[in-house]
């Protein structure tokens, strides 16, 4: 049987845009008619979160959807409140309520949502598996290095280089060389940062830079060369014994020792679809979600960092 909707205006749209926001004060409208909200029941999610698991849809029946399943009352709550709000103001009934189907992107939205939950379980639930399975320890990563790596690790700097074009703009600095044109000088073809006989600086990025570059921005990246991995949680082993695994579909090119208690893994840049799965996948595994930014710093091998030396442990050829 097919039930004719009413159509919902623009006028009324902006009606119940300004009631969500009376409920909700932060919303990301996506659309005219959909945003996202932070959950009302988010202190019930027994799962990780991100911005984007609750939406709001004010086209047909407002409603407010969070594919956490631990949060219904809560969301059915403020769907009630939400309604009510808008029907008062709209005095008209509620009209819409019964006339209610779910619509074409509330449903994709939902398989979406429990799509990436689904990524999400099984990447946490296999950790322990991989942690066994690829168990992988520095001595013996280093031992297997496709690149014999030089036990002095000033040396690793022209190595680490060689990831890159001769033609590549490279951002080499710390982290506060960014934003201004005195900084361009931070922004060179990697034939000029081989001039510097050792890394004059701690951080890099993994991809190239657009041509008279003074910010290290998102915006100005030009070709994201690398996806580099790291956990501030997991130890040396564990996150090697991750690296080993992500290797069975993705070239690994280097592993570099930051001189602290985490390891960086430097992996060709998947393509748009696997980044966004492993985009789900690692943060659950304890990876940090920070540096799927394309402009994100991340340690140079070569450099001093206090007392010690940030190192390679690992390294093939680049490009």
Known sequence: MTTNIIPVSGETLLTRKAQVEKLF?????????????????I???NTVCSDRDCAVFIDRVPTIACFHQSCADEV???NKKLRKAIREVEARGDVETKKYSMSAEQKAWIAEKQR???LRKRAESSLPTIL?????????ARSESPIAIPANPLKHWPLFLDLFKPDDILWVGDTYHSGEPC?????????EWREFPVAPFQFTCPSTFKPGSYSRSNDNV????YLVVESDTLQKPEILAVFKWLQLNFKLRAIVDTAGKSLHGWFDCPNKKQLAELKIMLPAMGCDPALFKPAQPCRVPGAWRTDKIQSLVWLTGGQ
């Open 222 to 225: 030009l070709v994201r060369r």
């Open 25 to 41: 004060p932060v919303v990301n409208w996506e659309s005219s008619s959909k945003g996202y909200i932070e959950c009302p029941g």
């Open 116 to 118: 990436q939950q689904f």
């Open 132 to 140: 066994q399975r690829y168990a992988w320890t520095p001595e013996q």
């Open 76 to 78: 059915e709550d403020a």
């Open 43 to 45: 202190t019930a999610h």
């Open 183 to 191: 900084y361009g000088n931070h922004f060179l073809p990697v034939s």
